[in-house]
């Protein structure tokens, strides 16, 4: 009896000497981790929220932090001479950069976007504006179906339901057919899509890659780089780009109302600037280079609209379709209407929304009453109250799922891509806008906007800001989150 009794005296004291030991060794782990954070210069809102993660968070915070808080070699991601070799080699035409038929006003949205991102001023024989994502996937099965050459599919979602194995079918087809088909999807979006799935297209001659492949995606800091962009390119001379994914939910709608959604197909020399974006990450997905006249054939540049292709990432330190949209709300005179389905915007952002109302523009943010993500839903209801003081209109559909990403201004400018206005869009993703300078491009998604607004329930600053106190906690609560989310 004695010794089991020392046994047991001897083994607490060791049990209580290693959790002192490990107590002071994670204090010490989570000190320097809070100076790291704090000697990154991030954002302030961002560094805040780290902190109070790992404050209030014990163990599991510095685990998260780990998985998705680091802040990578960026830079690494993407070969900047690659980049340059595939831009350079579009075969666009001397005289297609014109600035002469932009509308007056916009010549410093332009320049920005051309010298921070490379967009080129192009123009487009046509622009379609989608207004249900059943018209998106009948054009895009007659496009696939009259391809000679190439297709190139990314998406960020492809699903093996009915939607999924039917786009598979017709791409199975035209391979059969000896047309090169390439496609791209998220290894994160597509974590639990079965392997045969995608093997099936492969047998059949499709060249599929997955972007930046995670074996395991909630433990791992590669989560926070995803590709969210929606392009298609037929034969160099169609392209497709907006918020669709291709899912049957984006189809048959959720269990709470219909799914709205917005994509546009682009003919002309404008979609050369949607190739250049696939062939860059197919390059990172796969290590070939792409590239050619064949890929980039001559095309009339049409007068239908003129367009830049901007492709936002976080490789370097420009946001340039962030910081486009908040020039173009700087310059806005009458209106701006903007959709997105996720709202947590950066301080920047926020002050450009808020400016530009205050300054007699009318402007209107459209989001969803219910997402399929409640704690972002809190996070997005933290920010209307201080925008709806400075005069934003607030709208939340109600009939199902809004996940249309789209601004248009003043009957002029228009956007339309796969950029959410919240903070992983705007510094994490790999996101691509098309920034459309036309009327009627403009009216049209204008006209969209005010009947999708039908269905809406307009919010009262009034009647919202005396929602109740445990609404406004969680909504509190989850702000400081949303950095993270």
């Given at each position: 009896m004695y010794p089991l009794l020392m046994f047991i005296v001897i083994f607490a004291g060791v049990t209580h000497l290693a959790m002192v030991v490990l107590y002071w060794t994670y204090c010490i782990v989570a000190l320097m981790v809070m100076v790291r954070v704090v000697l990154n210069n991030r954002d302030a809102v961002k560094t805040l929220a780290w902190i109070l993660v790992l404050l209030f968070l014990p163990v599991l915070g510095l685990l998260l932090y780990f998985f998705f808080g680091r802040d990578t070699r960026k830079e690494r991601m993407i070969g900047r001479r690659m980049l340059t070799q595939i831009q350079q080699r579009r075969q666009l035409n001397d005289d297609a950069d014109n600035q002469a038929d932009v509308p007056q006003g916009y010549e410093p949205l332009v320049n920005y976007l051309r010298n921070s991102s490379s967009a080129c001023l192009v123009g487009a024989s046509d622009v379609c504006v989608f207004r249900s994502t059943k018209e998106f996937a009948k054009a895009l099965y007659d496009e696939i179906d009259a391809a000679k050459e190439h297709i190139h599919i990314q998406f960020y979602i492809i699903e093996d339901d009915e939607f999924g194995v039917l786009l598979r079918?017709?791409?199975?087809?035209?391979?059969?057919?000896?047309?090169?088909?390439?496609?791209?999807?998220?290894?994160?979006?597509?974590?639990?899509?079965?392997?045969?799935?995608?093997?099936?297209?492969?047998c059949a001659g499709v060249y599929v890659e997955s972007f930046m492949k995670v074996r395991f995606p909630l433990l791992t800091n590669?989560?926070?780089?995803?590709?969210?962009?929606?392009?298609?390119?037929?034969?160099g001379k169609v392209g497709f780009v907006g918020g669709c994914n291709i899912a049957d939910?984006?189809?048959?709608?959720?269990?709470?109302?219909?799914?709205?959604?917005?994509?546009?197909?682009?003919r002309g020399t404008a979609v050369h600037g949607l190739q250049s974006s696939f062939l860059v990450d197919w390059y990172f997905a796969n290590r070939t280079l792409v590239c050619g006249k064949r890929y980039f054939p001559q095309l009339s540049s049409g007068n239908e609209a003129l367009?830049?292709?901007?492709?936002?990432?976080p490789v370097g330190e420009v946001r340039s379709a962030m910081v486009g949209m908040i020039k173009a709300l700087s310059m806005?005179?009458?209106?701006?209407?903007?959709?997105?389905?996720?709202?947590?915007?950066?301080?920047?952002?926020?002050?450009a929304l808020k400016s530009a109302a205050m300054s007699?523009?009318?402007?209107?943010?459209?989001?969803?009453e219910r997402s399929d993500n409640r704690v972002v839903?809190?996070?997005?209801?933290?920010?209307?109250?201080?925008?709806?003081?400075?005069?934003?209109?607030?709208y939340l559909y109600n009939q199902g799922f809004l996940h249309s990403k789209t601004m248009v201004c003043d009957d002029n400018l228009s956007s339309v891509g796969s950029m959410n206005l919240d903070f992983r869009s705007f510094y994490y993703n790999f996101e691509v806008s098309a920034f459309v300078y036309s009327r009627k491009v403009a009216c049209a998604l204008k006209e969209k906007f005010l009947d999708e607004a039908r269905c809406c329930r307009q919010l009262s600053l009034s009647t919202f800001a005396k929602r109740s106190l445990k609404e406004r906690c969680l909504e509190s609560v989850a702000r400081l989150l949303s950095p993270l989310l």
């Open positions: 079918e017709h791409l199975m087809a035209k391979a059969s057919e000896g047309v090169e088909v390439r496609v791209i999807y998220d290894s994160v979006g597509c974590w639990k899509v079965s392997k045969e799935f995608f093997e099936t297209m492969r590669r989560v926070n780089y995803r590709n969210h962009r929606k392009v298609v390119v037929i034969d939910r984006y189809l048959k709608g959720v269990e709470w109302g219909d799914w709205r959604d917005t994509m546009i197909m682009l367009v830049q292709v901007v492709q936002s990432n806005a005179r009458n209106y701006v209407y903007l959709q997105t389905p996720y709202f947590m915007p950066g301080g920047a952002f926020l002050l007699g523009v009318d402007v209107r943010l459209m989001i969803p839903d809190y996070a997005s209801r933290s920010y209307l109250v201080d925008i709806m003081k400075a005069g934003v209109k607030v």
